[in-house]
């Protein structure tokens, strides 16, 4: 766990949330009374076999969503709607491809009433953290799957939301380029200090970028297990090579495939 974390206050709140889709015959209990803690500046990943509900919980915690019961609560308030608290990004990469990648960044700066001068600020400020200083007037069309993701965590981070939420954003992207934005991720999450909720597949990613690993049951989705994750920060990618990391990765592996194996009914 990140130094100090310990002593920081709970950020946001997932408590008994249990959601159904359908009625009747149709009935999927897709959550089933779910809770966790995410503390102010961690970085939580989710892990869990395909339709445990692990985007479904983004979505509640964006405000998409409303759970069947239970409550989610960002700085103790209940959220029952989206805001530009919360900030998403999702696997595809959702730019605006008319505009040109500094006004894709600066786009919810713009709507918030913000002076161009200062918008450009910000946004040349991400474009940099990101390695895409030079590609300002270039346009989405023109950009390769992981610049382009790059670009929608950059606007993300622009409008400087409380918790950035984020939902398998390397998920369609080659086992290279993943490892890059993995680390370029983390080198943003390290200056910015944003509280971080992030759901993916990837044992060996949830481990690398990860303060604590939540991994769930097969639906209904439960929490299964947490995990705190003993590497120190920074991180590189040697660490993946590590008797510690290795260790991590066999003893999650172990618990999704216990829950793999009853989603598939094996």
Known sequence: ??????????KLKIENVSKIFGDGDNRVVALDKTSFEVKEGEFVTILGPSGCGKS?????VAGLTQPSSGKALLDDKIIDSPGAD???????????????????????LELKGM????????????????????????????????????????????N??????????????????????????????????????????????????????????????????????PLVRPRSFDVKNTPGFLDLKQEILQLIREESIKAANI
């Open 1 to 10: 766990m990140a130094a100090g974390l310990e002593k920081q206050r709970v």
């Open 56 to 60: 479904t919980i983004l979505r509640i």
């Open 160 to 229: 400087d939301p409380e918790v950035l939420l984020m939902d398998e954003p390397f998920g369609a992207l080659d086992a290279q380029t993943r490892a890059i934005m993995q680390e370029i991720l983390l080198k943003a999450w390290q200056e910015s200090k944003k509280t971080i909720l992030f759901v993916t597949h990837d044992v060996e990613e949830a481990i690398f970028l990860g303060d604590t690993v939540y991994v769930m049951t097969a639906r209904p989705g439960r929490i299964k297990a947490k995990i705190e994750v």
């Open 115 to 158: 002076d161009k001068a200062e918008r450009s600020r910000i946004a040349s400020h991400y474009l940099e953290l990101i390695g895409l200083k030079g590609f300002e007037n270039a346009y989405p069309k023109n950009l390769s799957g992981g610049m382009k993701q790059r670009v929608a965590i950059a606007r993300a981070l622009a």
């Open 86 to 108: 919360r900030g998403m990004v999702f696997q595809s990469y959702t730019l605006f491809p008319w505009l040109t990648i500094q006004k894709n960044i600066e786009f919810g």
